[in-house]
């Protein structure tokens, strides 16, 4: 394999890098106080826990399926994080318990999933509710502030001269991680294909109802990543947590290109959509837009994101009509 | 042999009917369920049977039942609509400042109310479609859209239950012997969407395109027409409960009705509306909303902590659906039996 080949750019990829740097200078624009090193590190703290999930919801939506409870799974993580920190345990305890914990509870989704044949849209919405009722539950209604150092290490130190958020290292690697994941290995190819067409792949000898449970569990390891990295953000842990990040992630997923249907998508995309996201959102706060308008636009650019294939093929139909009137007449049978 | 003659006349009958008889045992499953946790309850707290609690669980019950009975249109055609709650905060908004304004403003109101729940509904209906976007995802959006616009067009303001009309007030909470006359509004609303499902050429085609849209496509109907109306009824009993709603609680602020996508899907799975489409009832999914008013009350009543009822409700949503699947397992089992003439003898 050559080197060119490691990373080729779709054009929707193109145009997102594209986005993103008119993003950064309409920022510009907007605030004296954008084009800072410092700042600009530290925006990044914006998009680093959504990211996470974002990265773990990506395996997910590629297999065709969808994963709205992964906020909650975030928030039982730092609830049980603080529980640990509340029983002195060392930090490299702490953490495998809470990632152990969090990809069983995506385990579970999975199996509900894969083995019950349940819509994961139904099931992903119940245990958004239940894992949420069950971070309350064994955390109680007090928030936990009281973390060992040790615990915030991930998500509050920056490095190289007290600039790079080691937050932001830990992002990189999981995305490295998982881009190598989905385009590198076995498992990634798997999942496309399941994607693309679950009963060829069935019958092509993949076990599909094991991959689905592999990435369930995967994206609750991811969520629990990101409570360990939202403890170092906020210092606090409560069943509230990261209530309404979904949104975003979502927004980040589906910006980023990967069909919702599953079967197609690359992890650059997601990485680069969070960029963008992450720009905007870093312009429109330095920029005092209040949160209901960013809320606003960003349920706009969810819709253009999922509209992007349905305007795509209209423009196409435009075109096609203006090059030959005669043949337009005939209409397309409608997928139902 | 005599036998083979009798046999499909014998197998028709049952055959017919057993997509109703399980939809039957379904929904009286729900009711027995319901009467169950009620004995629990009136055993644990000796306030749970009087009438005037029983009237507040009707009451609660009421106008959730009415957004139920909306959730569940739409999931019959397959699709979900997570926006119902945002839907119903503008269109209550948006009307109630209305009102505040004009104080003389009498039954327009109901329609301007009506009028904005069916346009953010056929919006709704629009992006699923003709937009082919994921359902959830579509409503996901909306739902931020509708709630973004609820603020910014409120700009941090609420509408006090003072500057609302007294006759708005006044009329939900009128008594008609001793029912409250938002239980009776709600009962009329959900038997009418029921009955037109139920009974109308219309009606019967959300179904059959919930149950097999490809089906439904060689057939004739039109499923994205359809599908666009669902939302749009949707939308409509949504702008209608959001109102109802405002003038129960009085004051209207901007995150009125948040969070009741769960709570309306929760009540439709409970009450036997299938996610995957083309199975259900009205009257199950509002059965749903009184089993989740029950359970809500009841918690208050044991003294139990808030953050139960997301516990409960949401793991209620995940073993509703899989008692559906097991029920559909076990219907497709029989009926290839029958197929295979095993169940004949």
């Given at each position: 394999?050559?080197r060119?080949?490691?990373?080729?750019?779709?054009?929707?990829?193109?145009?997102l890098?594209?986005?993103?740097?008119?993003?950064?200078?309409?920022?510009?624009?907007?605030?004296?106080?954008?084009?800072?090193?410092?700042?600009i590190?530290?925006?990044?703290?914006?998009?680093?826990?959504?990211?996470?999930?974002?990265?773990?919801?990506?395996?997910?939506?590629?297999?065709?399926?969808?994963?709205?409870?992964?906020a909650?799974?975030?928030a039982?993580g730092?609830?049980?994080?603080?529980?640990?920190?509340?029983?002195?345990?060392?930090?490299?305890?702490?953490?495998p318990?809470?990632?152990?914990v969090?990809?069983?509870?995506?385990?579970?989704?999975?199996?509900?999933?894969?083995?019950?044949?349940?819509?994961?849209?139904?099931?992903?919405?119940?245990?958004?509710?239940?894992?949420?009722g069950?971070?309350?539950?064994?955390?109680?209604?007090?928030?936990?502030?009281?973390?060992?150092?040790?615990?915030?290490?991930?998500?509050?130190?920056?490095?190289?001269?007290?600039?790079?958020?080691?937050?932001?290292?830990?992002?990189?690697?999981?995305?490295?991680?998982?881009?190598?994941?989905?385009?590198r290995?076995?498992?990634?190819?798997r999942?496309?294909?399941?994607?693309?067409?679950r009963?060829?792949a069935?019958?092509?000898?993949?076990?599909?109802?094991?991959?689905?449970?592999?990435?369930?569990?995967?994206?609750?390891?991811?969520?629990a990543?990101?409570?360990?990295?939202?403890?170092?953000?906020?210092?606090?842990?409560?069943?509230?947590?990261?209530?309404?990040?979904i949104?975003?992630?979502?927004?980040?997923?589906?910006?980023?290109?990967?069909?919702?249907?599953?079967?197609?998508?690359?992890?650059?995309?997601?990485?680069?959509a969070?960029?963008?996201?992450?720009?905007?959102?870093?312009?429109?706060?330095?920029?005092?837009?209040?949160?209901?308008?960013?809320?606003?636009?960003?349920?706009?650019l969810?819709?253009?994101?999922?509209?992007?294939?349905?305007?795509?093929?209209?423009?196409?139909?435009?075109?096609?009509?203006?090059?030959?009137?005669?043949?337009?007449?005939?209409?397309?049978?409608?997928?139902? | 042999?005599?036998?083979?003659?009798?046999?499909?006349?014998?197998?028709?009958?049952?055959?017919?009917?057993?997509g109703?008889?399980?939809?039957?045992?379904?929904?009286?499953?729900?009711l027995?369920?319901?009467l169950?946790i009620?004995?629990i309850?009136?055993?644990?707290?000796?306030?749970?049977?009087?009438?005037?609690?029983?009237?507040?669980?009707a009451?609660n019950?009421?106008?959730?039942?009415?957004?139920?009975?909306?959730?569940?249109?739409?999931?019959?055609?397959?699709?979900?609509?997570?926006?119902?709650?945002?839907?119903?905060?503008?269109?209550?908004?948006?009307?109630?400042?209305?009102?505040?304004?004009?104080?003389?403003?009498?039954?327009?109101?109901?329609?301007?109310?009506l009028?904005?729940?069916?346009?953010?509904?056929?919006?709704?209906g629009?992006?699923?479609?003709?937009?082919?976007?994921?359902?959830?995802?579509?409503?996901?959006?909306?739902m931020?859209?509708?709630?973004?616009f609820?603020?910014?067009?409120?700009?941090?303001?609420?509408?006090?239950?003072?500057?609302?009309?007294?006759?708005?007030?006044?009329?939900?909470?009128?008594?008609?012997?001793?029912?409250?006359?938002?239980?009776v509004?709600c009962?009329l609303?959900?038997?009418?969407?029921?009955?037109?499902?139920?009974?109308?050429?219309?009606?019967r085609?959300?179904?059959?395109v919930?149950?097999?849209?490809?089906?439904?496509?060689?057939?004739?109907?039109r499923?994205?027409?359809?599908?666009?109306?669902?939302?749009?009824?949707?939308?409509?009993?949504?702008?209608?409960?959001?109102?109802?709603?405002?003038?129960?609680i009085?004051?209207?602020?901007v995150?009125?009705?948040?969070?009741?996508?769960?709570?309306?899907?929760?009540?439709?799975?409970?009450?036997?509306?299938?996610?995957?489409?083309?199975?259900?009832?009205?009257?199950?999914?509002?059965?749903?909303?009184?089993?989740?008013a029950?359970?809500?009350?009841?918690?208050?009543?044991?003294?139990?902590?808030?953050?139960?009822?997301m516990?409960?409700?949401?793991?209620?949503?995940?073993?509703?659906?899989?008692?559906?699947?097991?029920?559909?397992?076990?219907?497709?089992?029989?009926?290839?039996?029958?197929?295979?003439?095993?169940?004949?003898?």
């Amino acid at each position: 394999m050559n080197r060119a080949s490691l990373w080729r750019p779709t054009p929707w990829e193109v145009s997102l890098v594209v986005l993103t740097i008119a993003a950064g200078a309409w920022s510009v624009s907007l605030s004296p106080y954008y084009l800072n090193v410092d700042q600009i590190a530290y925006s990044t703290r914006q998009f680093i826990i959504p990211g996470l999930l974002a990265l773990g919801l990506m395996v997910v939506v590629v297999l065709g399926e969808i994963d709205i409870s992964l906020a909650s799974t975030l928030a039982v993580g730092s609830v049980l994080l603080a529980k640990c920190s509340a029983h002195h345990l060392p930090v490299f305890m702490a953490v495998p318990i809470a990632v152990g914990v969090c990809s069983l509870l995506g385990a579970l989704n999975g199996f509900l999933v894969a083995q019950l044949r349940l819509p994961s849209l139904a099931v992903t919405l119940g245990t958004m509710g239940a894992y949420r009722g069950l971070a309350f539950i064994i955390g109680s209604e007090m928030g936990y502030t009281d973390f060992d150092d040790s615990y915030l290490f991930l998500g509050s130190e920056r490095l190289f001269g007290d600039v790079v958020p080691v937050s932001f290292l830990l992002f990189l690697g999981a995305a490295l991680a998982t881009g190598f994941i989905m385009h590198r290995t076995v498992f990634g190819r798997r999942c496309f294909s399941v994607g693309h067409n679950r009963d060829a792949a069935w019958f092509a000898g993949i076990d599909v109802q094991r991959l689905k449970i592999q990435a369930f569990a995967l994206a609750g390891a991811f969520a629990a990543l990101a409570a360990l990295v939202w403890i170092g953000q906020y210092g606090s842990a409560r069943g509230d947590n990261a209530d309404g990040t979904i949104l975003f992630v979502v927004t980040a997923v589906v910006l980023g290109g990967v069909d919702i249907n599953g079967g197609r998508g690359t992890v650059p995309g997601v990485v680069l959509a969070l960029f963008l996201l992450g720009t905007i959102r870093n312009g429109m706060g330095l920029a005092n837009i209040p949160g209901p308008t960013q809320t606003v636009v960003l349920g706009s650019l969810l819709v253009v994101g999922v509209l992007h294939p349905a305007l795509s093929s209209a423009v196409h139909r435009v075109r096609r009509f203006l090059r030959s009137p005669t043949k337009a007449s005939r209409t397309t049978v409608p997928a139902p | 042999m005599p036998t083979k003659a009798i046999t499909p006349a014998v197998l028709a009958v049952p055959r017919r009917n057993l997509g109703e008889l399980a939809l039957r045992v379904r929904v009286s499953g729900v009711l027995a369920f319901l009467l169950i946790i009620g004995a629990i309850f009136s055993l644990r707290s000796s306030q749970f049977l009087t009438p005037q609690n029983l009237g507040v669980i009707a009451s609660n019950a009421a106008i959730l039942a009415v957004v139920a009975a909306a959730q569940a249109v739409v999931l019959i055609t397959r699709n979900v609509d997570v926006s119902v709650g945002s839907m119903m905060g503008f269109s209550a908004y948006l009307t109630c400042d209305f009102a505040a304004r004009h104080q003389n403003a009498g039954a327009e109101l109901i329609l301007m109310a009506l009028a904005i729940g069916l346009f953010l509904g056929t919006v709704n209906g629009w992006l699923v479609a003709y937009g082919r976007v994921s359902s959830l995802i579509a409503t996901l959006a909306t739902m931020s859209l509708y709630r973004g616009f609820t603020y910014l067009y409120a700009h941090g303001q609420e509408v006090t239950s003072n500057r609302l009309p007294r006759w708005m007030l006044r009329s939900v909470d009128l008594r008609i012997a001793g029912v409250p006359m938002l239980v009776v509004i709600c009962v009329l609303v959900v038997l009418v969407a029921a009955v037109f499902l139920r009974h109308y050429p219309l009606g019967r085609r959300i179904y059959a395109v919930g149950s097999n849209p490809v089906a439904s496509l060689f057939y004739g109907l039109r499923p994205h027409r359809i599908i666009l109306l669902a939302y749009a009824l949707s939308g409509l009993l949504c702008g209608f409960a959001g109102l109802l709603y405002a003038a129960r609680i009085g004051t209207v602020t901007v995150v009125l009705a948040s969070g009741w996508e769960m709570s309306s899907l929760a009540a439709a799975v409970i009450g036997g509306v299938s996610v995957a489409g083309g199975s259900g009832t009205v009257i199950g999914a509002a059965l749903g909303a009184l089993v989740l008013a029950c359970v809500d009350n009841g918690l208050v009543l044991l003294g139990l902590p808030e953050f139960w009822r997301m516990f409960i409700q949401g793991s209620s949503i995940v073993a509703a659906a899989a008692v559906d699947v097991f029920i559909g397992f076990g219907l497709r089992k029989s009926l290839q039996g029958r197929r295979l003439g095993r169940s004949a003898g």
